[in-house]
RNA sequence: GCCCUCGUAGCUCAGUGGAUAGAGCAUCCCCCUCCUAAGGGGAGGGUCACACGUUCGAUUCGUGUCGAGGGCGCCA
């Protein structure tokens, strides 16, 4: 996690409001101290900084701060004696357990006193669900763009892993206060829709003993075929497959309602569906194009309309227009990223897989070139890696065209909604995933969601087994809390704002899982090591009380990625 | 050839401009008369691909080399 800067301005601002952070409370102290040890730099308009970082090392501290070896250059001293001169200007406070050790080439390691570490536990139950949210957002608007799978097949695990990375990166800029709108974009006309309806001809005709040729490239999916006998159960009058057109509507109907299906079971949900085909009815198309022509960036060449992509970073020039007289898809793309723009979504997030990276330069361009004023960067992309399906220890390919794939459906059947979207986000999202099917079915409680689940059930358990009224322990006194595991787990709590802050800043769900991991060792290592339902009473609540603002944290993170937090297992 | 992403333990992967680089799986050894053993504790296992540079300090930033995957069409 990158360390946090304050500056006199910020650590004004954040005192105005009514929790002050243990990290943002000990930023603010070490810099009074900076400015009374050495008053010049007060004046100094350079990027003067106090950094505070968690040192990976427990036993440095809670928190560490690096300063005197940043100014050693400036201040003509040795990070030691610059050190030295911090602690010894450090105003009392209630926050530190005593005096900062001086470690090293000079950092000074931060303890913090008891009452000061242990105060986070009465915020989770004063938050309750919303502890760990934070404000980045300010209620402005932000679409996340995620699965845009055509209809032309069930959804494949690639989707999967969008949907589950799209939602999660929803669901974190949600908890920052975006007001967010998720959106499934779609190509319901064109060529592979065509060579859809051409597919679902050929099975009906081959049912009606009709010589059908199969179309090249056309999908050989055995749910071709269910449609194709669908289609002529509810279409008697075409059992000849006849009517392309029909059949087309049929088809693509048929796949979007599976798809939705497919996505309900994911519990993932979208705001709006939008049509490709509904650019080109709508005019938004020829309306790009024209503007684009107008802004005098397209040139002609070999009978088509080109595009100078090449003037915003492009490798090279497309074609926007073919000599045949249609557009590429380069065209809708840019005229429908210009709809995002126009429909007041100045932030937007499009999540697709690393195969089409190579389209994000030209698309970044297309948008540059409409002279409109979309910043440069817009929209932002995240992208997820290919995953390597496993099964018999062979790998299985992914083709959509060949027919046989692994669908989402097939994961969320054998290994739960909950591990498949944990396992999905567990990654980082560029990074090659392998999903071992025979793993993931003959093993599956070592699935690594199993462990964050087991922890909240544990913690229920143990409540349960108490059957006191768990509303008591939000006002109990917490001095009793003095173990190591204790201070470990209070840090961890404390950590998950920041955690959801820099997840959401970053776009990376993952964190979230490292961090519930790591919380749910620390719980199941204390749980092992201490025994919570003790005789004496004050220990007891004060121990019922940190476990119990456990299970909450639990439970918001786990939320954020979709996956129940179960009382019992 | 050009572009993008990546290279960390046997495997799958986290992480970081700082102090001893982590987890899970796998291997080995321990722990249920005790709140769920779907758990815990411990051992072994590393030139953070390689080289150079920037820096007080580089596994982290930059450049280059090597290697892996992907993308480079008037396909979507």
Redesign the pocket.
Known sequence: ???SRYNFRLTFESSMSSFIDNKTAVAALFQEALFTAYPALKNEDLPFII?V?K???P???HF?V?SA??L??KLGAK?RDIAVAIVAALPASALLAGPP?I???????IRLSATAESRVVNTVFAAADDFGKGNDGNAQKVMVEFVSA?PTGPLHVGHGRGAATGDTIARLLEAQDWQVSREFYY?D????INNLALSVQARVREKANIDATFPEGGYRGDYIIEIAERYVQQNPQDAKGENLDAMQKFAVAALRHEQDLDLKAFDVQFDVYYL?SSLYTDGLVEKTVAHLVKMGHTYE????L?LKTTDYGD??D??M????G?????V?DVAYHVTKWERGFTRAITEL?????????RMHAGLQAMDMGVPKGYPDYV?H??I?VMRSGAEMKISKRAGSYVTLRDLIDEVGRDATRYFFV?????????FDID?ANS????N?V??V??????I???????GGEAATLKAVDLSPLASKYESDLLRALADFPETLR?AAR?L?P??V??YL??L??K????????????EDEGLKLA?LSLIAATRQVLKNGLAVVGVSA????
């Open positions: 996690m990158p360390p950094e970082e040192p990976k090392n036993d440095h501290g560490a690096n070896l940043q050693a250059r990070p050790e470690a090293g080439p000079g950092f000074i390691n055509n190509n006309a064109g060529a592979q490709e060449m070999d009978g088509a080109w490798d090279k497309r074609v227009r073919k000599s045949d249609s557009y590429t898809y380069f809708p897989g690393a195969d089409h990276h190579g389209s994000l330069a992208l890696q290919m390597t567990m990654r980082k999202s560029d990074s090659q995933l392998t793993l093993r599956s409680e070592e690594p199993y462990y689940q087991y922890a909240h059930a544990r229920c358990s143990v409540l349960n087994q108490w820099t970053e990376a993952h964190l899982c490292v991991g790591d749910a060792a719980l199941h290592s204390y749980y092992n090591a201490e025994k919570f339902l003790v121990r179960p009382e019992k297992m």
